[in-house]
């Protein structure tokens, strides 16, 4: 594909990626007014955004697995279909119990979003050009990521929260339209599909769980408790099982082992703290805004823009370099470098800090985030096999995914305890009752500091300002994670080949009947490679080559006995070379009167086969050919054919 064709291409995708980002993120700020409108309780209000994320991170790597089992651009359309049926229903939801039962379907054809628009790329872009388009792929996700919130708070103040579901609709559609008419992928060899039902089950299963348990621990109940228990106990035992199941099944959603792979062990490591940082910086730096800086939810999504920037600028430009000159690692260190920075810096702010350094602060750690995040990806993705580059992939983003929501409702407890604290230690150095303040203190709700007397009111931005920012001291650490293992990542070089390339080159030639006798270029389905469909047409033409006569120097002969001449090959041939006249590398002979080797012709035949059944052969390929490797060095002869 021309670069204009993977654009074209793309452009769906990253539009389908864009309005999954945005269903996790848009609500963020409207919830509050969502929840108080279908009367709500303060139960409902968290289980409307853990739903979306739960969903998400569970049905994520049951998507890749099964996109390397069956048709990849039918499960992206299947996902977009029921993101944009789930979107609309959920825009028309009366009361929480409905909306939350849509948010469900939501996140699950999101997480198909999040994982095949990664898979698909691979399949028609090269490891080693993959990095800038990957760098438009990372753009976007931060958009949607950061720039969810702002567009979310724009839609409750102006229009309605309904819209906050009803406008990622139309750009849902028309990444349908585009993807059918520019999406073209081969399809896949036709084989039993075995689905691992009990993996499948077990995983979801035990993260949900999970996920259930650190959301709701220490709001819905205590730590310590019989329900946490029992939650915390139940999806170890959970994941030890689907452990078990995956090692013993044919086609396991996680396979194992790709763990023995040290670039993707090191790679999913590595993005568990991204995730961290991503989620977290999005949902923290909204409150800071709003609760430590007074601003309103529009504004506190306006002044988040510097990381925006940051991290849209960071994944283009370093993706744009990667393509240029293969090297990805330096981009990698130096990026988990800034994002250590960055939140070692944000556990320094206050509510008074200027927002100027704030800004430069943000736009650290979103340099940092891309750089890395979609990077990480890429070199999985060029470093498994190409039948389980779904799984590879689609694993990556799901440990991603669980360290951020494992890694916000962490964050958020710790946040809900710490600005607890400082709350009655002001109000109690400034000689106040922390009673008087009523309902303020409440960790799970938002006060509104319009309605407090001024001096509490800096009390509260002051304890939200420090909570804040103890918050990014405990991610900090993570991110030292990242470095270490961004650094231990084999430094291996990207590949130019895509995954259809690389799948047509894998594929084998034969399957029991005799292919080659035939003359047959595909296998079940796949389009072979050039090298492949020459390998199969000079078979199937030797004997007529046999006694066709050949043209030389010396004029027209009959080819006879055992010494086959040179061919002239239009009026291009390369007189005088090794190549011409059949020998191996340094056994040069003459032209004119030197019978030529039979391999010679044979290439010529698989080579006009090759380019007139449409498919150029490179030199590359030409290696590849067992008749034409002692060949291939002569760069002449393969520019006259």
Not at 232 to 250: C, H, K, P, S, W
Not at 351 to 359: E, H, K, P, Q, R
Not at 514 to 530: E, K, L
Request: glycine share 12%.
């Amino acid at each position: 594909m021309s670069h204009r064709e993977v654009l074209t291409a793309l452009s769906g995708l990253l539009m389908g990626m864009l309005v999954a980002i945005l269903s996790s993120t848009v609500v963020s700020t409207s919830l509050p007014r969502i929840v108080s409108d279908l009367n709500g309780s303060q139960t409902s209000y968290t289980w409307v955004i853990t739903a979306t994320l739960l969903a998400t991170t569970v049905s994520t790597p049951l998507w890749g697995k099964f996109s390397d089992l069956t048709n990849r651009k039918v499960l992206l359309q299947v996902a977009l279909v029921l993101f944009v049926l789930a979107s609309v229903a959920a825009g028309f939801s009366q009361n929480t119990a409905t909306l939350i039962t849509f948010r469900v379907f939501q996140g699950l054809g999101a997480g198909g979003l999040t994982a095949l628009v990664q898979v698909v790329m691979s399949d028609i872009i090269s490891p080693r050009e993959r990095g800038r388009y990957m760098g438009y792929l990372g753009a976007v996700m931060s958009v949607g990521t950061i720039g969810g919130p702002l567009l979310g708070g724009v839609l409750t103040d102006t229009i309605g929260w309904r819209w906050n579901f009803f406008v990622g609709v139309p750009v849902g559609i028309a990444a349908l339209i585009v993807i059918q008419r520019t999406l073209h992928l081969p399809a896949k060899p036709k084989r039993k599909v075995v689905v691992d039902y009990w993996g499948a089950g077990l995983i979801a299963g035990g993260v949900s769980l999970l996920l259930v348990w650190v959301s709701l621990g220490g709001k819905q109940f205590e730590w310590n408790s019989l329900t946490s228990w029992l939650m915390g106990v139940g999806a170890a035992v959970l994941l030890v099982l689907a452990v078990v199941v995956e090692f013993r099944t044919e086609e396991p959603i996680i396979p194992l082992t790709l763990f023995r792979n040290r670039t993707f062990t090191f790679a999913v490591i590595a993005s568990l703290s991204v995730g961290v940082a991503m989620f977290g910086t999005s949902v923290f730096l909204g409150q800071y805004m709003q609760l430590a800086r007074g601003q309103s939810p529009t504004m506190a999504g306006i002044l988040t823009l510097p990381m925006v920037l940051g991290l849209l600028i960071s994944s283009m430009v370093a993706g744009a370099l990667i393509s240029k000159y293969g090297k990805w690692k330096p981009y990698m260190i130096v990026g988990s470098v800034l994002l250590a920075a960055g939140l070692f810096l944000m556990s320094t702010i206050e509510y008074d800090t200027n927002f100027v350094i704030v800004s430069v602060y943000m736009a650290m750690m979103g340099l940092g985030i891309g750089m890395v995040m979609q990077n990480l990806v890429l070199v999985v993705q060029n470093s498994v096999d190409v039948s389980v580059v779904g799984a590879a992939s689609s694993s990556v983003a799901f440990f991603r995914s669980l360290g951020g929501t494992i890694g916000v409702s962490v964050m958020g407890a710790v946040l809900g305890t710490k600005v607890s604290g400082y709350i009655t230690d002001g109000l109690t150095d400034a000689g106040v009752d922390p009673s008087a303040l009523g309902s303020g203190e409440s960790t799970t709700s938002i006060p509104d500091l319009s309605t407090v007397p001024a001096p509490i009111r800096t009390i509260i931005e002051s304890a939200y300002g420090q909570g804040v920012a103890d918050v990014f001291l405990i991610a900090a650490p993570l991110a030292i994670i990242t470095i270490v293992f961004v650094c231990l990542l084999p430094n291996v070089e990207l590949g130019t080949k895509s995954g259809i390339q690389r799948a047509a080159a894998a594929a084998p030639t034969t399957d029991g009947d005799d292919r080659s006798a035939g003359g047959a270029a595909s296998v079940d389905g796949n389009v072979a490679s050039p090298a492949t469909k020459g390998a199969a047409a000079t078979a199937a033409l030797a004997p007529a080559v046999s006694s066709a006569p050949v043209t030389t120097d010396d004029g027209p002969s009959d080819r006879g006995g055992d010494a086959p001449v040179s061919p002239t090959v239009g009026s291009g041939s390369a007189s005088g070379s090794d190549a011409d006249t059949g020998a191996l590398p340094g056994e040069r002979r003459h032209h004119s009167h030197t019978a030529a080797r039979t391999g010679t012709i044979d290439t010529i035949i698989a080579t006009g086969a090759a380019e007139v059944a449409g498919h150029p052969v490179t030199d590359d390929e030409l290696a590849e050919s067992p008749v034409f490797s002692s060949l291939v060095e002569e760069k002449d002869v393969a520019a006259d054919r």
